[in-house]
């Protein structure tokens, strides 16, 4: 199934958006049961129902400082056969989600493609057969959020039409002001929860700990490091072991992952 390129006529964001923006804006927990509030009643008022995913490697549901669950009790997301939140192979198994680990801009999608800004070979190996019933839906407006240390958010917006299966002109209207919406809630969410520091703020590797780190995420070992670099055996060793101290890492694997959450590392070729 190849992703089909659509050039959109998108609507620019002006300065008056700045006040809806603020009201889906979430600074502390306490805000983000109004800020939910205010993203759907956005999303309704354009024909749409919205669902959230701050990290679709994570099990665990969104909520507001009560606990109540947004995409259930918030979103509307009730009914048996659409609590999506409560089954976690979808991360795994839907395309929606799927897409997102490739893309990093909003497009919408039905079952007869993803409809982007740019060709994206990534997304033509994704099997969209089945798609209403591994999507629950039948077209949606999908906005990815790659945030920092590499954690994923999976955004859709659902059209309240369920049949309606061509969102072209939904995507060239509403696409971005929806996409500033998501956007702006789930960083706010995801900073409001955010309770320890996963690396350490003041890291920064030098030229060549990132230089073998970088052969080394793909296999090298520290001989084969040494004679790519014409460096010895040991310094080496002594380069990648200083990341690690820099990176906080109990290990070689935890000091290439961690520099790969921070970005050192690029996409792998």
């Known amino acids: 199934m190849r992703a089909e390129v659509v050039e959109f006529p998108r609507q620019r964001i002006g300065s008056s958006v700045s006040k809806v923006l603020e009201t889906v804006t979430v600074r502390s927990t306490e805000d983000i049961h109004d800020a939910a509030v205010a993203l ?10 919205v669902s959230t995913c701050d990290d679709i490697s994570s099990k665990e549901p969104m909520i507001d400082a009560d606990g109540t669950i947004i995409n259930g009790d918030i979103f509307g997301w009730l009914d048996d056969g659409m609590r999506w939140w409560e089954d976690h192979r979808l991360a795994l198994h839907s395309p929606l989600p799927r897409a997102c680990r490739y893309e990093s801009e909003p497009f919408w999608v039905n079952a007869d ?61 509403h696409g971005e002001l929806l996409s500033a919406a998501v956007r702006r809630f789930v960083a706010g969410y995801v900073q409001a929860h955010r309770a320890k520091r996963r690396i350490p703020s003041d890291c920064v590797l030098s030229k060549r700990e990132v230089e073998c780190l970088r052969w080394a995420a793909i296999g090298k070992t520290d001989m084969e490091i040494s004679m790519i670099l014409e460096r010895s055996h040991a310094t080496i060793r002594y380069h990648i072991h200083r990341a690690g101290e820099k990176l906080n890492a109990v290990n070689r694997a935890q000091a290439i992952f961690k520099a790969g959450q921070l970005g050192y590392l690029g996409a792998s070729e």
């Open 40 to 49: 759907a009643e956005l999303a309704r008022e354009r024909g749409f129902r």
């Open 113 to 173: 493609g993803f409809h982007t800004m740019w060709a994206n070979s990534y997304l033509d190996e994704i099997d969209l057969r089945d798609f209403e019933k591994r999507s629950l839906c039948k077209a949606a407006i999908v906005v990815p959020i790659h945030l920092p240390f590499a954690q994923i958010s999976a955004n859709s917006f659902i059209s309240e039409d369920l049949d309606k299966t061509d969102l072209s002109q939904d995507f060239a209207l």
